[in-house]
């Protein structure tokens, strides 16, 4: 069964770094592209990034990029999330989850596993 | 930026049928996929590909699309189908993951 745990939650002030990670298992984690979520609190889903399956191709939302950083290390079936000079909207659930695509030639689908959540709260 | 639109909210009473919407340009050339988020919970998939159902979702549950609109469809609701469900995308030309705004369902 594909099971996925994220970790590296917690409280930051602003302007702060933090790094997520999430740890997978039940799966040939290399064959797969990844994906980050998050939900801040009382509001929808958003999408975070997407890696592809080779850590190649990376894609990210609008309120993240050029401040979080996907990578990676599919020989510990880990991906992780750099969060960089963090903002009180930052303020949500992460959750990992697994894209049926591997994103060769950068075609992503969407997320049939997911991890059950780490909470980030940016405040000071 | 390419748009997902979605109702906030629909009710209805157990055994009713809830349809909830999904809205978007050129939604026919995209394969549609929709998550049911529960208060503390992970969201879990329900429908992908338009019309697919994963293992362990009821037939209860269907989606289905029609040139710019994506349809998702419960019938004989339960209490415990009250959640929040999101469509969403893969949008190619922006390289964006898109979700809707999401549909709280509320069973009277």
């Known amino acids: 069964q594909v099971h996925l745990v994220e970790s590296g939650g917690g409280v930051v002030q602003p302007g702060r770094s933090l790094r997520l990670s999430c740890t997978a298992s039940g799966l040939t984690f290399s064959s797969f592209a990844m994906q980050w979520v998050r939900q801040p609190p009382g509001k929808g889903l958003e999408w975070v990034a997407v890696?592809?399956?080779?850590?190649?191709?990376?894609f990210y939302g609008d309120g993240v990029k050029g401040r979080f950083t996907v990578s990676r290390d599919n020989s510990e079936n880990t991906m992780y999330l750099e969060m960089n000079n963090l903002r009180p909207a930052d303020t949500a659930e992460y959750y990992c989850?697994?894209?049926?695509?591997?994103?060769?030639?950068?075609?992503?689908?969407?997320?049939?596993?997911w991890g059950q959540g780490t909470t980030v709260t940016v405040s000071s | 930026s390419y748009v997902l639109t979605q109702p906030p909210s629909v009710s209805l009473a157990p055994g009713e049928t809830a349809i909830i919407p999904c809205g978007g340009d050129g939604l026919g050339d995209k394969g549609v996929h929709w998550y049911q988020k529960k208060p503390g919970l992970a969201p879990v998939l329900v429908v992908y590909?338009?019309?697919d159902r994963p293992s362990g979702i009821p037939e209860r549950i269907s989606g289905s699309k029609s040139r710019n609109t994506a349809t998702l469809t419960i019938s004989r609701v339960e209490a415990g189908d009250e959640a929040d469900y999101y469509c969403?995308?893969?949008?190619?030309?922006?390289?964006?993951?898109?979700f809707g705004g999401g549909t709280k369902l509320t069973v009277l």
């Open positions: 969403q995308v893969w949008d190619p030309v922006s390289n964006r993951v898109v």
């Open positions: 890696i592809s399956y080779d850590g190649r191709r990376k």
């Open positions: 989850a697994r894209d049926p695509a591997a994103g060769r030639d950068g075609v992503f689908y969407g997320m049939d596993v």
């Open positions: 590909y338009n019309n």
